[in-house]
């Protein structure tokens, strides 16, 4: 069975930047696409970034330039530097597999516990 745990969140001052970790277990990203996911309180899950099996990015509007994804399918993990956060990217942020289309479409039903980023102003 996939596990995939996150890890790396922390409170940090706005300005300030957090490296995520996504673990997956019983499973390999080699060769699949792979996304980061946040949730907001009181807020639907909503789309990141994402890389391609071949190393491609793309992101939303609202983290271009701040975050970046990277992946290391030797240790099958995925990562997410995030720069210069702001208040408003408080959230729990978790990975999974997707489905590279628009919108991407997450494979695992089952998610992780995700890594909680809090940022003050």
């Known amino acids: 069975q996939v596990q995939l745990v996150e890890s790396g969140g922390g409170l940090v001052q706005a300005g300030g930047s957090l490296r995520l970790s996504c673990v997956v277990s019983?499973?390999?990203?080699?060769?699949?696409?792979m996304g980061w996911f946040r949730q907001a309180p009181g807020k639907e899950r909503e789309f990141v970034g994402g890389?391609?099996?071949?190393?491609?990015?793309r992101y939303v509007d609202s983290v271009k330039g701040r975050f970046t994804i990277s992946r290391d399918n030797a240790k099958n993990t995925v990562y997410l530097q995030t720069n210069s956060l702001k208040p408003e990217d408080t959230a729990v942020y978790f990975c999974n597999k997707i489905i590279n289309s628009v919108p991407p479409i997450p494979i695992y039903d089952s998610w992780g516990q995700g890594a909680q980023v809090t940022v003050s102003s």
């Open positions: 019983g499973g390999t990203i080699s060769g699949a696409a």
């Open positions: 890389i391609s099996w071949s190393g491609t990015t």
